[in-house]
């Protein structure tokens, strides 16, 4: 089973049968919840020969562990936006707070 991002709609109408009580979500269970948003259906029944017999939590350990090998480009740009933000607080700190007055 590819993925592709237009099946992404089955993982979550899976994992919302799964949250809502099914261990194993059957057609119907995710045909109920994507037909109740207007989604199709088609391709349903390659997800599921591919899900078969594996909980959610297996199938996000083993996804978890694809993402792990895959190369994230860009980690530096994004390490360097995160010290501007971080130094917002400090500034915020120097500026004294505004005493308010009592009035008698």
Known sequence: YAFDDRKMKFVAAY??????GKEAPSKADLSKILESVGASTDGI???????????PQELIKEGTEKLASVPAGGAAPAAGAAAPAAAAPAAKEAEPEP???EEE
């Open 45 to 55: 029944d390659a997800f599921l020969k591919a899900v078969d017999g594996k909980n």
């Open 99 to 101: 005493e308010e007055e």
């Open 15 to 20: 994992l919302l049968a799964n949250l809502a």
